[in-house]
């Protein structure tokens, strides 16, 4: 709730304690209800099963979340029997917002939520960045635009945005720091003060891109949200997030996951991903004279894309059959280290090149399971390009979660409680 700290020598000196008691009850319901499945309503009595806590104390806490705006309450049912109907309660989905940011080497994307997940609005900037120069302000100025967008195509007013998490290429410290003496890295950072200079009351954050992915695919993915896996971005540049037995490995300055390691495993050589490699290998075929259909996508100045080699290959264009077996085997080997150091039991292949990648997954497993003692099961995840954004989101939403009693929501203005009929 939203209530002031007293100040000293106000109240008598068990009132701390006593606030302290309301606020880890306010906690517990408020968690309770968060947990509810959308379009859901959970009862008083199902509230007091799952806290412990008295009737009266649930039915005190809910009406301070119906005054602060968090929750509402809906018509109760007649319970079989003789009785007054059940009071009835229900998350406010849209109490606030939270935006999530994949902010990328070469592409800005935005998406604005509820505070379900459930995406209102959508925004995207195109960004040329040049590694050698790390002024940021093409990068804010990206930034900026993609939030305005997806606020605007949500219409949302942004006093109700909450929390926005933006997601880097770049490892993130436990407080909130990238490590120094990394040209890319150090390009990839954001100036959070610069790009929400108009928004000063929102809550924000960076996190690592493929650590976001990690929590994506153990939100929303295909994997057990308890076990051991690894969320392989591999679209510009190869990043890892790593979670075992269902928590996140972050490492002490953020680097768990971190694939610099590459640039000494022969076969491979460095971080850069399918995206890149397939840019190049279809242009430097070209180049060299080779026939292909990919000559008709020469014109976008970087080569023909990633999506459009696989297309090709996929309809038997010879030059993109071999391409799409040297990324295959590129990828296998990658996969082949992560299996040896981590021994997880799937990993899942992130990103906008997933739904590409999808159709080689069998054969690169079997590769892996050549090159490893410990092959994993290896899945394209069903998130795609929306991944890091979908983590985002997961982040914020947690963050505004763990926060709830300490913000005050825009307007306040829940609905009012639907009267028993």
């Not at 997940?117 to 002024?135: K, N, Q």
């Not at 900026?144 to 926005?164: C, F, M, R, Y």
């Not at 038997?316 to 981590?342: F, Y």
């Not at 069998?362 to 092959?375: D, L, N, R, T, Y």
């Amino acid at each position: 709730m939203n209530s002031k700290e007293p100040r000293a020598g106000t109240q008598p000196a068990g009132a701390s304690s006593t606030n302290m008691l309301r606020r880890s009850n306010a906690r517990l319901i408020l968690d309770a209800i968060w947990r509810v499945p959308s379009l859901e309503t959970i009862t008083a009595n199902e509230l007091m099963a799952s806290t412990s806590l008295t009737r009266a104390t649930v039915l005190g806490v809910c009406d301070d979340l119906i005054r602060d705006g968090w929750i509402d309450e809906t018509a109760g049912q007649q319970a079989t029997g003789k009785g007054r109907p059940a009071r009835r309660f229900t998350l406010r989905d849209n109490a606030g917002y939270v935006i999530g940011i994949d902010a990328g080497y070469n592409n800005i994307s935005s998406v604005v939520s509820n505070l379900r997940g459930e995406v209102m609005g959508r925004g995207s900037h195109p960004l040329v960045v040049s590694i050698e120069d790390i002024d940021p302000a093409p990068r804010t100025a990206a930034l900026k635009s993609a939030i305005d967008s997806a606020l605007t195509e949500g219409g949302v007013d942004p006093a109700q945005v909450l929390v926005v998490c933006f997601g880097i290429p770049a490892p993130v410290s436990r407080c909130g720091t990238i490590p120094t003496g990394n040209q890319f890295w150090q390009a990839m950072d954001i100036d959070q003060a610069a790009v929400l200079e108009q928004h000063r009351n929102w809550i924000s954050f960076i996190e690592n891109d493929a650590n976001l992915a990690a929590l994506a695919e153990r939100h929303n993915g295909a994997v057990d949200p308890n076990g051991s896996f690894v969320v392989l971005l591999a679209g510009e540049r190869f990043g890892a997030g790593v979670v075992e037995d269902g928590h996140l490995l972050h490492g002490s300055l953020g680097g768990g996951g971190e694939m610099h390691y590459l640039e000494f495993v022969d076969g491979v050589g460095g971080p850069e991903a399918i995206a890149p490699l397939a840019r190049l290998w279809a242009s430097e075929a070209l180049a060299a004279g080779r026939t292909s259909v990919l000559a008709e996508h020469r014109s976008s100045g970087e080569g023909p894309s990633a999506e459009a080699v696989f297309a090709a290959a996929e309809a038997g264009d010879a030059l993109s059959v071999e391409i799409v077996e040297r990324l295959a085997e590129r990828l296998s080997r990658v996969i082949a280290t992560i299996a040896s150091l981590l021994n997880p039991e799937t990993v899942v292949i992130g990103g906008a090149v997933a739904p590409s990648i999808a159709r080689l997954a069998e054969q690169i497993e079997a590769k892996v399971g050549v090159m490893s003692h410990f092959p994993p099961q290896v899945i394209a995840s069903p998130l795609a390009g929306d991944i890091v954004l979908m983590g985002a989101v997961n982040a914020a939403i947690a963050r505004v979660v763990r926060h709830a009693l300490d913000i005050e929501l825009h307007g306040r203005q829940p609905t009012a409680p639907v009267p028993a009929t």
